[in-house]
């Protein structure tokens, strides 16, 4: 069974910048990772798209975050990051990794959240 663990969360103040990892475990045998991206809570009952990439495919920012945040990856190392700069107090929240075999974020695995405050 595929888990993720995210970590680099904190406290940072306006205009600082933190870098979340998220590692997945159990990848083996016949399942593919073909998506690995970014949530985060937000105020709705749905977590909302921070970034993510669809390997062999796009990669895809949340609006509010575009040109301050950077998606990469380590496909050896099964992980993915996130570059966060210029942090605003409305980035605070809980982020979330999401990996798996499937586009649709539901599909796949979330990991435990790790969460990010930004202090004005």
């Known amino acids: 069974q595929v888990q993720l663990v995210e970590s680099g969360g904190g406290l940072v103040q306006t205009g600082g910048s933190l870098r979340l990892s998220c590692a997945a475990s159990?990848?083996?045998?016949?399942?593919?990772?073909?998506?690995m991206g970014w949530y985060r809570q937000g105020s709705g009952s749905h977590r909302e798209l921070v970034a993510r990439?669809?390997?062999?495919?796009?990669?895809d920012y949340g609006d509010s975050v575009r040109g301050r945040f950077t998606i990469s990856r380590d496909d050896v190392k099964n992980m993915v990051f996130l570059q966060m700069n210029n942090l605003r107090p409305e980035d605070t929240d809980v982020y979330y990794c999401?990996?798996?075999?499937?586009?649709?974020?539901?599909?796949?695995?979330w990991g435990q959240g790790t969460q990010v405050t930004v202090s004005s």
């Open positions: 159990g990848v083996h045998g016949s399942f593919k990772i073909n998506a």
């Open positions: 999401n990996a798996g075999p499937y586009v649709i974020p539901i599909m796949n695995t």
């Open positions: 990439m669809i390997f062999g495919g796009s990669t």
